[in-house]
């Protein structure tokens, strides 16, 4: 399998989505420090809840990465200077996480994939400006979202415009608007999203050729019924529901054979 390619970053993000949804909770469940390995938990807030936020799966993601011996670095300066919203000149931005590889005479590190992480239904600004430096940056990218749970109108729910994905496409619209974008065909940024309850995983790649013709690119219709997702209309998403088989394990290089599809190499 190509380290860089869609396939395993998707297995990558099902792994550490497997993880999350393990990890055991400050105020309860302390039974679950008697598994292996990650010794990760979610913290309480002040008032007792439980504390989900990109920082979690940014660890299991780097930890991820180290099993899989590729090299990394973490909040990344951007080569391209970008002018954000409440900003008065442009600056370097940072991706979250950064992965590398040697060069061919092993002089130095190139970069191979942008990685954004996100969770919460957040503003859509907030995906926007992710989107922008997946977008104008040379590399591809992939990036990963992280809801805590989720009902029948939290992916697409568009006349109040909150759903999940109507922000996906209406940041995607505000920035291609905007920006003229010219990606040759290598490039792609794979969209990953994991809910934790119910427990299910969307994903689905951009690739150059679909930058032109993103209007129905995120047309996707489900509703949660009986605590799981029925979906109604794929529309070229992959659907993962690991609501029922939280513990499953396989023997894909990232335990992963079910969403990589492909036999391990020996």
């Not at 989505?17 to 469940?29: D, I």
């Not at 940014?58 to 900003?87: D, K, M, N």
């Not at 291609?176 to 995983?201: G, I």
Request: hydrophobic share 35%.
């Amino acid at each position: 399998m190509n380290t860089f390619a869609p396939d395993f970053l998707n297995a990558l993000c099902v792994k550490v989505a497997r993880q999350l949804n393990k990890l055991p909770y400050e105020l309860g469940e302390a039974e679950k420090t008697n598994q292996s390995e990650p010794y990760l938990i979610f913290p309480a807030t002040a008032d007792g809840n439980i504390r989900v936020s990109e920082q979690e799966a940014r660890f299991l993601l780097t930890q991820q990465l180290e099993q899989c011996g590729i090299h990394y670095a973490v909040e990344t300066p951007t080569l391209l200077r970008y002018q954000f919203s409440g900003t008065q000149s442009e600056r370097s931005g940072s991706t979250d996480v950064t992965l590398f590889e040697a060069s061919p005479d092993n002089s130095k590190f190139i970069r191979k994939t942008l990685i954004e992480l996100k969770a919460h239904n957040v503003h859509q600004r907030n995906v926007e400006k992710d989107f922008e430096k997946l977008l104008q940056e040379k590399e591809p990218g992939l990036f990963f979202h992280i809801l805590q749970a989720a009902n029948s109108g939290t992916l697409t729910a568009d006349s109040s415009e909150k759903g999940v994905l109507v922000k996906y496409r209406n940041a995607f619209k505000t920035i291609l608007d905007k920006l003229p974008l010219k990606k040759d065909q290598t490039w792609f940024l794979h969209l990953v999203l994991f809910c934790m309850s119910p427990c299910f995983l969307i994903s689905k790649t951009i690739r150059s050729e679909d930058l032109s013709q993103l209007a129905g690119f995120f047309d996707f219709q489900y509703k949660i019924s009986n605590g799981a997702m029925v979906v109604t209309k794929r529309n070229g998403w992959n659907v993962l529901d690991f609501q029922d088989n939280r513990s499953n394990t396989c023997s894909c290089p990232l335990g992963n054979d079910e969403i990589c599809g492909k036999t391990p190499a020996n």
